[in-house]
């Protein structure tokens, strides 16, 4: 089971190691949309009052209705999927799970805190896939075990590939992130759907108020927004395209991804990382491999800077 706790971001380390101000860096080692969902203006109430259950309503139909939730299906929002992955493995007694070894560590950590233990047969009590696969953009088949999670964080650039229609069936449950596709991790809103008793489980254990009255209000509008939906995920698959040509003439190879990161054999991947670091644009390598190299999408004017770093990375 893997269970280093290594993940994108940390720039302040980038920033000590390399130089410069955390302004000054472009942070690619995320799959974070860099053109978020834009926040309009927010009530007072969503501020200062507790959230009540009519902000919940609104929000949790908003997210019915964008995913196609199945009527058997129960809802959940929470102040984001991380909070819900180290919840998830006291839904059922602790026995043997099934997770890949190179995909999202979270879960694995989770599980072994919980007192799991991982196994390679088919003979096991949890599975565990992400769909897509972060970081190789692979999807993968409908876990069977009794306790089945599919961490969707990924799939909403992708809806066509979507597992939502198998929510209801029991002991089943997908997580869906907002943060990634909508651009605003940093609003911490995430969103379990699938068996209501379970569901219900995961409600009682994260207790009253779990999301935050402004959470509760982007969330609905931007759940609501299906021509942002729509216009994002064609600008980001041209954008993805696009970051794959510029790797290319830099001698990486196309691995895999998705239209919110890409995956590329970079040869010695901690050296590219260095080199585009000494430029102030920071990436992410994994530690299960010497070669895989990982990009986000880069923002609108980080582009230039980019292609300038890449034009010099040494062959």
């Not at 080692?29 to 259950?53: E, F, H, K």
């Not at 309503?57 to 102040?79: C, Q």
């Not at 995956?263 to 010497?290: E, K, N, T, V």
Request: with cysteine; proline share 6%.
């Amino acid at each position: 089971m893997n269970t280093k706790r290594d993940h994108g971001g940390g720039i302040d380390a980038a920033v000590a190691a390399f130089g410069g101000t955390r302004a000054g860096w472009i942070d690619l080692s995320t799959g974070i949309n860099p053109v978020p969902y834009t926040v309009g203006r927010i009530s007072s109430d969503a501020w200062q009052a507790l959230p009540d259950q009519a902000a919940m309503e609104r929000l949790l139909s908003a997210a019915r209705r964008f995913w196609s939730v199945p009527d058997g299906a129960a809802i959940l929002a929470a102040p984001g999927c991380s909070a819900l992955i180290a919840q998830i493995p006291y839904l059922a007694p602790k026995g043997h799970v099934s997770i890949a070894t190179r995909t999202y560590n979270e879960h694995a950590a989770a599980f072994r805190s919980a007192g799991w233990q991982d196994t390679e047969d088919g003979n096991v009590d949890a599975q565990v896939i992400v769909h897509p696969n972060n970081p190789d953009g692979a999807f993968g088949e409908t876990p069977t075990a009794r306790l089945a999670v599919i961490d969707e964080s990924f799939c909403d650039v992708t809806p066509g590939q979507s597992l939502i229609a198998e929510a209801a069936g029991k002991g089943r449950i997908i997580l869906k992130s907002f943060g990634k596709f909508w651009g605003l991790a940093g609003l911490r809103l995430g969103f379990a759907i699938g068996d209501p008793s379970l569901i219900a489980t995961l409600k009682e254990r994260l207790g009253p108020w779990a999301v935050s009255g402004p959470a509760l209000e982007i969330g609905a509008a931007a759940l609501d927004d299906e021509t942002w939906a729509h216009t994002t995920r064609t600008r980001l698959n041209a954008d993805a395209a696009r970051l794959d040509e510029l790797t290319g003439k830099a001698g990486f190879q196309l691995i895999g991804g998705t239209s919110l990161f890409r995956l590329y054999d970079a040869q010695i991947a901690a050296d590219a990382q260095a080199h585009l670091a000494r430029h102030h644009i920071w990436s992410r390598i994994f530690p299960y491999s010497d070669t895989w190299l990982r990009l986000g999408i880069p923002g609108p004017k980080e582009w230039e800077r980019l292609s300038a770093a890449l034009a010099t990375l040494p062959r």
